[in-house]
């Protein structure tokens, strides 16, 4: 479109309209529909030059500008979010032919990376969440997060640690800030993030205050006061809650105040799928910090941080969309309560029993789409054709599942939703089935959507479309009876439209008084003939002509009666939704039970961990009958499965070579206990697995290094929280913890964290490489020793991954260097000089074993083989007069005396 250059390339109508929408959405990059392209400006052209590669013109001098083809601009926006940006969509809202100078426009879809529910945007198996986080006090922090397409929300007011850990769990993808005076997002907000990588988008401080935030949620969601949601008045987590319903409603501009297009419908209440908010109590759900989410490779690895080789991963085979993101909820949410885990294993053992029953369940499973994301595209007046006719076969699988599950009372509570949800919904799916098609178009801008047949409005139109020929044919036979002239012809032309054409010969015989040429009117006249039209041919052309259009409009108005009818049906559709998710990973969990052999865990309420056979769940995957199975006994609950009098440690101690498998031990306990709690067998012959409120995971520094985030500093920080946090319930999972400093300091803070811990009755594995430790099994109740036996065979370790009680007493450090490739030269003198320390160094307690793996001895340059390491140092004459005292023979003031004259000695010596 031509403009006429101005000094400011800014003030031409369009670049107005550009800039108003600009500032209406100054976080967002605007696309803004020219023609065929959807082009950017100014620096938003230049983003999208650097993040998609399109080329940057200038649209006038001065004027960056990029343009994305329109027909293409679904996979542009989901680089651009994936890239962290939020995009606003200018369309073009009236038609170009009609307009009266520059086109009309309007924002009509606001993307963000929170606030997803295109089907092309969204990963089907991943959850997409938006979260809130505002600090009502230093120590505490208000938190929402709402999944836009499940139209879930819910609230906590945590901790900042708390909170740093549930955000780990939640993963989300943009996160709301109050907003702060200079724009940015403050410190303390992002440091809950921990790193993660989630869009930072500010919310009008206003919306944080008490009233305001009440204000917002008592008119969305219609409500009189917000205690019918279980809040108190003043609870503060509801202002985080009217943050997120703010900002959606701000984003998804719904139909209210969206003008109509094509894929649009109007509803009676935007985002109204948008449940009320729900407050999430950590107490119901076994607690996993960040740090063990991480450590023990829930939903990434920590080698390569992807889900490849992840326990979600490997346990993932569900078939509905809805199912995948279930299970990856209840991995990081396992239940706290021993009724509503029991409640998922009887299912599991129901379908590990009945194998008819899965295969129903499977089938019904198999014909669902993503049912609660069609319901959030109805809810924002979004959804297309194809999801109608995809909920058409989604909702007719309700009374399947219903029926599947009616006659086992493991399956009751499901049962009784899939119920009460399956009468409107096959009445939904008739509907649907009587007006839909079963495969329908994309869009309705040429229609195609509804059945022939179905509505009599819409069959008249496309008959008229399709029978106009057939129709004329008739027509000019019936007049051309009436005139008696076999030849008269009824043609159509553009300009004049539909005519009825007589030779002027003829034209001239008729006798126009006749009944039957009553209304004919002469329209035009030709050299050789003469052209009339009739009423009744008039209407025909203005319903021909009108036809295509008028077919269109009535589908699309029969689009949003059915739109609005289905959207009628949130509940039940999310309640559907609900249980067959739950079925899918119940279904899943058989499945996996039964190929893999696991066995279902005895829950019991005594802290600790009995399982006999166990196996790490990824690694008995991956290497199956290469897998060495493992005992693992740990406090009460050991004792009390074994039927055993003797006390069962509560803290082992896993010493053992590197590549031993200790670390893969301590974390099948963990990986036991996480399953057993979500509802799943476990990779045992048996299990019985105390109820646990948390398992605390803490991967030593220098085991860590590769991730390249880890300090000393930060093992230890996370060793106190677990020192402080860790009750008799929680099952603590310590490797390797204090290596990341010197020898001695490590060793020294090992011992006593083991002390501590030992004291508290915390349930623990602790792989370690200090042997000294293992000293403290003789010294306390509660601590008792493993060890991961080794064989040595032809001077080469071989390992059996075996673990047995009793401590090993060397480390094979030099034995793996050699396995590694260390030159045979060094090997030879460190066996040689670790020989030596053994000698010189005799069993006090706290003696590092020098020839560890962390810190191997560095051999000097130049040595000759065979000279010492180190002197042994010269004792100081007051230990040897110590040495030399015979304690039954002294009184108490010689005692004294002696006392009086050591000390003289030593301060001698310092000074
Ligand atoms: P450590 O912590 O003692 O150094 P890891 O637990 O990291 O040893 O195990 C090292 C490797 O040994 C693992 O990657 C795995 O391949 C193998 N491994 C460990 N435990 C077993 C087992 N029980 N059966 C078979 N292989 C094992
Ligand atoms: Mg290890």
Redesign the pocket.
């Known amino acids: 479109m031509p403009q006429k250059t101005k000094k400011d390339p800014r003030d031409t109508p369009a670049m107005r309209q550009h800039t108003r929408f600009k500032e209406q959405h100054p976080d967002c990059l605007l696309l803004f529909r020219m023609g065929d392209f959807y082009e950017l400006f100014f620096e938003d052209a230049e983003i999208a030059h650097r993040v998609l590669g399109v080329t940057l013109t200038q649209r006038t001098a001065g004027v960056p500008m990029a343009g994305v083809p329109y027909h293409a601009v679904e996979s542009y926006l989901r680089r651009l979010i994936q890239a962290g940006y939020r995009v606003a969509i200018a369309d073009q809202v009236e038609d170009p032919s009609q307009a009266k100078g520059v086109v009309d426009r309007d924002v009509t879809r606001v993307v963000t990376p929170g606030t997803l529910t295109d089907e092309h945007l969204l990963d089907a198996g991943a959850t997409n969440t938006l979260a809130a986080a505002a600090f009502v006090a230093d120590n505490e922090v208000a938190l929402a997060w709402a999944e836009l397409s499940a139209g879930t929300l819910r609230t906590a007011t945590l901790s900042p640690a708390a909170a740093r850990d549930e955000l780990a769990r939640i993963r989300p993808a943009e996160l709301l800030y109050c907003q702060t005076a200079d724009g940015e997002p403050p410190q303390r907000v992002t440091g809950l993030l921990a790193g993660q990588p989630a869009t930072l988008s500010p919310v009008a401080s206003r919306v944080f205050r008490l009233d305001e935030s009440r204000r917002i949620l008592r008119e969305h969601y219609r409500v009189g006061h917000l205690e019918g949601f279980g809040y108190a008045d003043d609870a503060p987590d509801l202002a985080a809650a009217a943050a997120i319903v703010a900002y959606l409603r701000q984003t998804q501009r719904t139909t209210d105040d969206l003008p109509a297009d094509g894929d649009a419908q109007p509803d009676d209440r935007a985002l109204r799928h948008l449940r009320p908010p729900h407050r999430f109590e950590p107490a119901g759900h076994l607690v996993l910090d960040h740090t063990t989410l991480r450590a023990l490779e829930v939903e990434t690895t920590l080698r390569s941080n992807t889900a490849e080789g992840s326990l979600l991963e490997m346990m993932q085979s569900c078939t509905t969309a809805m199912g995948k993101r279930r299970l990856r909820e209840w991995l990081c949410y396992p239940l706290a309560d021993r009724a509503g885990i029991e409640q998922r294993q009887a299912v599991v053992a129901l379908l590990l029993a009945d194998t008819r029953l899965g295969r129903d369940i499977a089938e019904a499973l198999d014909k669902l789409h993503d049912v609660p994301r069609i319901a959030a595209r109805l809810g924002l007046g979004r959804a297309t054709p194809r999801d109608l006719a995809a909920l058409q076969r989604s909702t007719a699988v309700a009374a399947e599942l219903a029926a599947a599950t009616s006659s086992a009372p493991a399956l009751a509570h499901l049962h009784q939703t899939l119920d009460a949800a399956a009468g409107p919904l096959t009445q939904l799916a008739d509907t649907l089935a009587a007006a839909v098609v079963e495969s329908p178009p994309a869009h309705l801008r040429d229609g195609g959507l509804i059945r022939d047949g179905h509505d009599k409005l819409l069959d008249e139109q496309r008959s008229l479309q399709r029978d106009s020929q057939q129709h004329l044919a008739a027509y000019q036979q019936k007049l051309a009876e009436q005139a008696s002239v076999p030849s008269l012809k009824v043609g159509y032309n553009k300009v004049f439209g539909y005519y009825i054409e007589l030779s002027a010969v003829q034209a001239d015989k008729l006798d126009m008084e006749q009944d039957h040429f009553q209304g004919w009117a002469r329209k035009q006249t030709l050299k050789n003939a003469e052209r009339f039209i009739t009423p009744e041919l008039k209407d025909f052309e203005s319903r021909v002509l009108g036809a295509r259009e008028r077919a269109v409009a009535r589908e699309q108005e029969l689009f949003a009666e059915l739109c609005a009818a289905a959207a009628k049906q949130t509940d039940h559709l999310q309640a559907l939704a609900d249980a067959a998710a739950d079925l899918d990973v119940l279904l899943c969990f058989a499945d996996r039970a039964r190929r893999r052999d696991y066995a279902r865990p005895t829950l019991t309420d005594v802290p600790g961990l009995h399982a006999v056979a166990a196996r790490h769940p990824v690694?008995d995957d991956r290497?199956a009958d290469?897998?060495?199975p493992?005992d693992i006994a740990l406090g009460p609950a050991a004792r009390q499965a074994i039927g055993n009098d003797e006390p069962t440690a509560s803290l082992a101690l896993i010493t053992?070579p590197?590549?031993?498998?200790?670390?893969?031990?301590i974390r099948t306990a963990a990986l036991i206990t996480l399953l057993a709690h979500t509802g799943s067998y476990v990779p045992a012959a048996e299990a019985t697995v105390g109820l646990t409120d948390r398992v605390f995971t803490r991967v030593g520094a220098a085991d860590e290094l590769h991730t390249g985030q880890s300090t000393f500093m930060v093992e230890m920080t996370e060793t106190a929280r677990i020192c402080h946090h860790a009750s008799d319930r929680s099952l603590v999972i310590l490797d390797e913890v204090g290596r990341g400093t010197s020898t001695l300091d490590g060793l020294a803070l090992a011992w006593a964290i083991v002390e501590h811990l030992a004291d508290r009755g915390c349930p623990t594995l602790f792989?370690t490489h200090y042997h000294e430790l293992t000293a403290l099994a003789d010294r306390h109740v509660a601590v008792g020793n493993l060890h991961?036996a080794v064989r040595e065979w032809q001077g080469e370790i071989v390992?059996l991954?075996r673990v047995q009680p009793g401590s090993t007493d060397r480390s094979y450090g030099v034995h793996v260097a050699r396995l590694a490739g260390v030159p045979q030269s060094v090997i030879a003198r460190a066996d040689s000089l670790l020989a030596e320390l053994a000698v010189s160094h005799d069993a006090s307690a706290l003696t590092p074993e020098i020839a560890t793996d962390a810190s191997p001895p560095r051999p000097p340059a130049l040595a000759a083989n065979d000279l010492p390491l180190f002197d042994r140092a010269p004792e100081h004459p007051a230990i040897q007069q110590l040495r030399a005292i015979n304690l039954d023979r002294l009184s108490p003031l010689e005692a004294f005396d002696l006392i009086r004259q050591i000390k003289r000695q030593i301060e001698k010596s310092i000074d």
């Open positions: 690694l290497l290469r897998l060495v493992n053992g590197n590549m031993a498998g200790k670390s893969t031990y792989a991961v390992f991954h």
